[in-house]
């Protein structure tokens, strides 16, 4: 156990009982908000591969008049 897990156990002991609860909802909201984070950072680069193009243009000025064509009729 580390040094600073040590110290806040210790800080922990010296709380009233009645006041332990809340300490639990701040613990629990800090581990939610790091848990949460990760999972949207997984989510976005999943959403991000499915949209992904998968192609192979390999005449990118071909693929840019295409483009262009479709857009604008030109």
Do not use: H, W
């Not at 210790?10 to 909201?29: A, C, N, T, V, W």
């Not at 499915?50 to 009729?73: F, I, P």
């Amino acid at each position: 156990m580390t040094a600073l897990r040590q110290s806040a156990i210790r800080e922990l002991e010296k709380i009233p009982e009645d006041k332990i609860g809340f300490i639990l909802q701040i613990m629990q909201g800090i581990n939610g908000l790091y848990d949460d984070k990760q999972s949207e950072r997984q989510e976005a680069f999943v959403k991000l591969e499915r949209l992904r193009k998968k192609g192979t243009a390999v005449d990118y000025d071909a693929e840019l008049a295409s483009y262009r064509e479709e857009k604008y009729g030109k």
